[in-house]
């Protein structure tokens, strides 16, 4: 009588590893035996593996080919679209109610929804390919840990080349090509937008370069005005001295009287990223250090320093009068308001550039000049006009 006990197939059998070839002789390997061998190699047991398609070039076989197509053509036309409202869709503002309008307000969800689209419909094809062609396998590994060595890392390409043998990928043109496209128009479409907003020369205007300016700067003798944001941008609340408590700081921006009733110059002084300034008034003798050269930029009390912290751009919002602090809430550099707003604590390494200001005939604060420096993070053309 027999009383040996078989165990079932992977389970309780001992797999000895087969020997382990040279890295030249897995050069000379057949792609089955490399690909068999990394198997082996990795401890992997295949218990199931069966083609979604035993027999090529069926109807079927197509209907699924084409189908995945269709996600990567609809995935390289929306990367198409999103080329084109990227490169010619009128982006710049138009006032509500303007002509134009209409075209300026669609230029964000445009853009935004065909690049969308353009990547999930990418996704989704690559998922149907997988879900439609790939093999289904079982298959069971053990797990090793440490580095593979130079053998394993060289089967495991051999793995790859069968993965793609096995999903017919090679002989399935319309996939490769549609896929091939996507891939390609997606990619140009996402180097031109990175690579577009560095075209543009910012120096091109010589000294009156974006970098260099702000809306502060005279033009044409007109009187620049400070000016308080009440909410409704069509408003114009100039700034008086007497408006102002010892100890307090107020926001203001710069306003032009040829400015009035024109709705887009009023919501341009008020949003621009470099105009926001700091209106401080000290409190009734503080001790304050001028900036050698800037001794006449103050009026009375008043000091007006630009909001834009020189560390990353952030606002300065924060004032704190018993210390006469500006603290930038991003990053916490504190800037001192007596000491021509050097930055005293934090990552913040040059001071706040600061706006001449004086009041006119009429008795409202207005700006003498524009900032002598730079607005914002520091650069490395940064320059300073004493």
């Given amino acids: 009588m027999n009383t040996s006990r078989q165990d079932p197939p992977g389970l309780g059998t001992e797999h000895p590893h087969p020997r382990v070839p040279t890295p030249a002789e897995v050069e000379e390997m057949p792609i089955e035996d490399a690909a068999r061998l990394a198997t082996e190699l990795d401890d992997v047991q295949v218990l199931h593996n069966q083609r979604k398609w035993p027999v090529p070039g069926t109807r079927a076989e197509k209907r699924a080919e084409r189908s995945v197509a269709l996600w990567f053509v609809i995935s390289a036309l929306s990367g198409l679209a999103f080329l084109a409202s990227f490169l010619f869709w009128p982006y710049q503002y138009v006032a509500p109610g303007a002509p134009g309008y209409g075209l300026y307000a669609l230029y964000t969800p445009i853009v935004g929804g065909t690049f969308g689209l353009a990547v999930l419909a990418l996704g989704i094809g690559v998922i149907a390919y997988v879900k439609r062609f790939f093999p289904d396998e079982v298959s069971v590994q053990q797990r090793h840990d440490g580095a593979s060595d130079e053998v394993a890392r060289r089967t495991v390409v051999a793995q790859l080349v069968k993965a793609g043998t096995d999903t017919g990928i090679a002989r399935r043109t319309v996939i490769k090509r549609a896929a091939g496209a996507a891939a390609g128009v997606f990619g140009l479409a996402l180097g031109i937008a990175a690579i577009a907003p560095l075209v543009r020369n910012p120096w091109k205007l010589g000294p009156d370069s974006p970098l260099w300016v702000t809306a502060w700067r005279p033009i044409g003798g007109e009187t620049v005005y400070l000016r308080r944001d009440t909410g409704d941008p069509t408003e114009v609340s100039l700034v008086r001295p007497e408006d102002q408590e010892p100890g307090s700081m107020e926001t203001v921006f710069p306003f032009r009287e040829s400015e009035r009733g024109n709705a ?28 050698a050269g800037q001794e006449n930029f103050h009026f009375g009390d008043y000091y007006a320093y630009s909001k834009i912290c020189t560390h990353l751009g952030c606002p300065t919002s924060l004032y704190e009068a018993q210390t006469n602090r500006i603290l930038c809430p991003c990053h916490q550099t504190q800037f001192l308001a007596t000491e021509y707003a050097k930055p005293i604590f934090g990552p913040g390494t040059r001071p706040l550039p600061q706006l ?31």
């Fill in 356 to 386: 001449p200001i004086t009041v006119n005939s009429e008795g409202y604060l207005v700006a003498t000049g524009d900032f002598r420096e730079a607005v914002g993070p520091a650069f490395w053309e940064r320059r300073y006009t004493p």
């Fill in 264 to 291: 887009e110059a009023l919501i341009a002084g008020l949003s621009g990223s470099d105009t926001p300034v700091m209106l401080i008034r000290l409190r009734p003798g503080q001790p304050v250090v001028q900036r």
